[in-house]
C-alpha cells in the first residue's frame, strides 16, 4: 500500500504547482507587474571584437590574375585564378613530367626571391600561405620553373 500512496500524493503535488502556474498567466492585470520595459530605452552597441570571424576580405578575382595579402602579422595568402584556356595553354607548355618543368608559385621580396620554398600549383584557382619574418614590401609570381624561371603572372606590391 505505501507505493500506491506515494503515487497519489505525488499526483496531488504536480497538480497544484500545474495549477499555481496556470493561473498565474491568467488576466492582464496580473501580467502588468511583469512587463517588458520598451526598445526606446535601450541602444544597441557591439564590440569589434565580436565581430573578428564575420570579417571576411571578400574579393572579385578577375581571370588571369594574382592576388597577395597580409592576414596577420607574418603571414601573407597569395589566391589566384587561371581561365581555362590559359590553363590549357600553361599545360601544353609544361609538357611531360620527364621534362622537369612545373607551374610554381613564388614569393619575392623588394625585387628578390626569397628562400622559402616554392609552392607547386596543381589547380587553376586556388590559395597558399606563407609565414614571413620581416615587414617590407612583397609581390608572389605565378610562372613555370625548368632551367630557369619564367614568370607568367605577376601580383600587385604588397
Do not use: C
Not at 505525488?10 to 501580467?31: C, D, K, Q, T
Not at 600553361?90 to 623588394?110: F, T
Amino acid at each position: 500500500m505505501p507505493p500506491l500512496l506515494y503515487i497519489i500524493l505525488l499526483s496531488a503535488v504536480l497538480f497544484i504547482m500545474l495549477y499555481w502556474v496556470l493561473s498565474a498567466a491568467g488576466p492582464e492585470e496580473h501580467r502588468s507587474r511583469f512587463k517588458m520595459p520598451s526598445q526606446d530605452m535601450f541602444s544597441w552597441e557591439s564590440a569589434q571584437e565580436l565581430f573578428r570571424y564575420l570579417e571576411t576580405e571578400e574579393f572579385y578575382l578577375p581571370a588571369d590574375s594574382i592576388k597577395l595579402l597580409a592576414i596577420d602579422s607574418g603571414h601573407l595568402r597569395a589566391y589566384w585564378r587561371i581561365s581555362q584556356s590559359k590553363w590549357q595553354e600553361i599545360l601544353k607548355q609544361l609538357g611531360n613530367r620527364a621534362s622537369g618543368r612545373e607551374l610554381i608559385l613564388r614569393l619575392h621580396q623588394d625585387g628578390k626571391t626569397l628562400d622559402l620554398p616554392d609552392a607547386s600549383v596543381k589547380r587553376p584557382v586556388g590559395s597558399y600561405d606563407w609565414e614571413i619574418e620581416a615587414e617590407s614590401s612583397y609581390y608572389v609570381s605565378l610562372g613555370i620553373t625548368g632551367n630557369d624561371y619564367t614568370p607568367l603572372i605577376i601580383s600587385d606590391k604588397l
